[in-house]
């Protein structure tokens, strides 16, 4: 083989090698940050990966949120109104946080079936409710007639 073709061919094998493996570290750190989105009734059918980080959204449970006296951690209970889940937090709530309003909850499912979140995301506004639990909602044909009266439809 001609030499200026063999340096050639050495130079065209670096760049493919290159930018495989470029693409390969691209999307390793991709797949370590999806946050998938589940309602309570996909984590209940165990649709949700067990020790995985994912975002889980529904409606909080009137008379479910109960606040540990000797620290910040919070217990609650999360529904699309055809199941419920039990959320775990330990942190400050967002300030419009309340029961019967709709969140988004990040963080992870635990072996015994309790989703601990790291995060808690609280609607801003009487006529928002997050995409994906309206959209869940909706799914479910479990969307109380009050949201939808006050907009809140899925996109």
Request: glycine content about 12%.
């Given at each position: 083989m001609n030499p200026k073709r063999k340096q050639r061919l050495i130079i065209v094998l670096f760049i493919v090698f290159g930018a495989a493996t470029a693409v390969g570290l691209v999307m390793y750190a991709l797949n370590q940050n999806i946050n998938l989105f589940y309602s309570p009734t996909?984590?209940?059918e165990h649709k949700a990966p067990e020790?995985?980080?994912?975002?889980?959204?529904?409606?909080?449970?009137?008379?479910?949120v109960k606040r540990d006296t000797q620290s910040l951690t919070v217990t609650f209970d999360m529904t699309d109104y055809a199941n419920n889940?039990?959320?775990?937090?330990?942190?400050?709530?967002?300030?419009?946080f309340r029961e019967g309003q709709g969140i988004v909850a990040q963080g992870e499912m635990n072996s015994d079936g309790v989703f601990e979140a790291v995060e808690v995301l609280a609607k801003h506004d009487e006529n928002y409710m997050p995409?994906?639990?309206?959209?869940?909602?909706?799914?479910?044909?479990?969307?109380?007639?009050?949201?939808?009266?006050k907009g809140a439809q899925p996109l």
């Open positions: 996909d984590i209940v020790g995985t980080r994912i975002r889980a959204g529904g409606m909080v449970v009137e008379g479910s889940v039990t959320v775990t937090f330990t942190g400050i709530l967002p300030d419009l995409p994906e639990v309206a959209e869940a909602l909706e799914k479910a044909g479990k969307m109380p007639e009050q949201m939808r009266a």
